[in-house]
């Protein structure tokens, strides 16, 4: 297997360290600093152009920051074979997905990272376990996705299928709220000491504020992308801490007591899912040959938190349809498989 | 040595454990549910009334819930020997310190906890490394401050001093703000979901929301206590967030960048001090004997950040004076020079 990555830094060296280490690729890069990337060991060679980086690759990684996304996503898949899966790992997907109107293109977002970026930091392990979002549309090609699937698999990641717009919407909240909010944080403490120092600030609030001032040079175009639904998000926070405010002005500490029950209960529902493991079991659909049916299941599975934890297709011979495995836990096979009856008959 | 304990939950049931396990500590528990607390070997026996817990004291931590902190205190205060130290673990300390008059009194907040209540999740260790805020006055005797502050060593936290207001403020940006922001962040997540479920919200939403929904029994007497700092501080809240709206709204990609930049630097200062550690030295300075001079000097090395690693008093005989030994960082060594000595003469 031949993957390209172009932008090899903390998150497209890692995918390079990883496809080699685990996979056994072999890993062409394109970046400015290329001899950074050979000596951390995440690509075999590096390329000087897109044109001979993607030449016969079956993948292809565009990692740049979020602004040249779009662009290189261009410039990729006018390079790039009829058949070699195209992805990106920008923060933000609905303005690049609405950029890009190609069958081998799938938007992606690993939720890994790290608060030191560079190829120096790249670890081989840096996506085990984590969710990594795909965002297949109807125009997406169904092999070319499920192809995209299992390498994010053999990365270690959990890849999952998400609708652009919705993916903002989450990210909006659930991370770059967050940052905004720990850079927030931070000033107010550091303007509260009015120049004193202070011994220790507790393990909260170094928890709270782990994010905040995250890599300068990246998240202001990630906020700035993200801006409509980081907007819309700000505007309700303003308006629940009022809220919070007349409550705690009230003395209404009935108020005060169920918001924190009800706050308590909302975590564990969110993160329940992301601890979710167990034994898998595999469920076929017969779906027809139309563009869009892959990626139709896998919404539709990923909206539900259903976890594909594998999948494969096999076309029939004439290519009118073809059968779809999947891999989820035991427990979702019930509900799964409600959900991809809707797209094709059981096997 | 006799330490009582008035109200045994995670953190009196700690101070419990680690004062029998690591001080050989005599301890005596008041609490409605004894049973427990013997279970969990945190107390060695436990007493049906204050007299009884009291009688021949060194120590005694009122650990109840912040709502019976004060009232607590004044029964303790009232059946507590002349030469017993009392103190609280209350995380607001400006009321509590208003309402004693007592020269025995120490007020007292150690930066660990948990998000398990009960005695059952008490921990030898609880302590360990963690800053313990005390907040003495001028009317704290010097002597008893003296041995709390060893006493809280032997626990294995770091005893710090800081004037009450000052504690309370910095709590409200550095504790009670991140509370009311997790909850905030858990509920905006839930309903940006519309009822979708997520296989994942990434690293960086599990560490910003982790104390939300903290225990919902304690979490409205904590907010309502500090209803006057943390209001200001969800007024300020309200206009950032109103300017880093304004800066989405711009595109101001570079007013983004500095904030991003600002608030890296502010966290890595605000988290330096805590990570500050190293070889120690002495420092002696004889003070005059009035009320209040020991308080004095910890309190203005505790402005300054310095953290006292032992401190030990020796009265003159005549007790016209004293000698108080500090240790401190040798880094911390000239600073700290120059702070005890605006209270008496270098010895």
Known sequence: MVVAVVGVGLVGGSVGLAARTRLGARVRGVDPRAAEALRAGAV????????????????????????????????????????????????????????????????????????????????????????????PTARTSGVLYERLHRLLGGLGARPAAIDAEAHDRLMATVSHLPHVLANLLVEQATAALEGDTVPATGPSFRDATRVAGANADLWPDILLANRDALGRQIDVAVVRLGEVRAALDDSDRDALRRWQEQAGDARRDLLQAALASGPTRELRVAVPNRPGVVADVALGLGRAGINISDMSLSPSPDFSSGEIALWVREADVERATQIVAEHGTLV
Chains 1, 2 share one sequence.
Do not use: M, N
């Open 44 to 135: 075999d060679e590096t390329c000087g152009d897109l044109r001979s980086a993607l030449e016969g690759a079956d993948a292809a990684f565009v990692a740049t920051p979020l602004r040249h996304v779009a662009e290189t996503l261009q410039a990729v898949l006018h390079a790039a074979p009829e058949d070699c899966v195209v992805t990106d790992v920008g923060s933000t997907k609905r303005a690049i997905v609405a950029a890009i109107d190609d069958p081998r293109f799938v938007g992606g977002h690993p939720l890994a990272g790290g608060e030191a970026a560079g190829v120096q930091h790249a670890r081989v392990e840096l996506f085990e376990g984590a969710t990594w979002y795909l965002t």
